[in-house]
């Protein structure tokens, strides 16, 4: 069992920057892929960006290119999303999630997910 916890969101103005982390509970951190997805009010879950878990292999959704980075940290069993240029349309609930195997960018291929963290960029 994996235990992801969020953090790092908040409310922000548009252009502005944001660092996500995304914490977990196990040693074995380094084996598992993780994402990154968003929540906005009355939309689906959505992807926006993945991690290997050797950090060599990364995925992001076109929204978003250029704009977020995801890196990790395995010895602090740590994933982070940095978020830069950030537009009103950004705002959502961010979830990560993690899955033993390769980096995908379906929601119901991830096993494991943190409870979220919002993020909200005001105009």
């Known amino acids: 069992q994996v235990q992801l916890v969020e953090s790092g969101g908040g409310l922000v103005q548009a252009g502005g920057s944001l660092r996500l982390s995304c914490a977990a509970s196990?040693?074995?951190?380094?084996?598992?892929?993780v994402g990154w997805f968003r929540q906005a009010p009355g939309k689906e879950r959505e992807f926006v960006a993945a991690i290997s878990w050797s950090a060599g292999n990364t995925d992001y959704a076109d929204s978003v290119k250029g704009r977020f980075t995801i890196s990790r940290d395995n010895p602090k069993n740590t994933v982070y999303l940095q978020m830069n240029s950030l537009k009103p349309e950004d705002t959502a609930v961010y979830y990560c999630?993690?899955?033993?195997?390769?980096?995908?960018?379906?929601?119901?291929?991830?096993?494991?997910w943190g409870q979220g963290t919002q993020v909200t960029v005001s105009s």
């Open positions: 196990t040693r074995t951190f380094s084996n598992y892929a």
């Open positions: 999630a993690a899955r033993f195997d390769f980096v995908g960018t379906r929601v119901n291929i991830y096993d494991y």
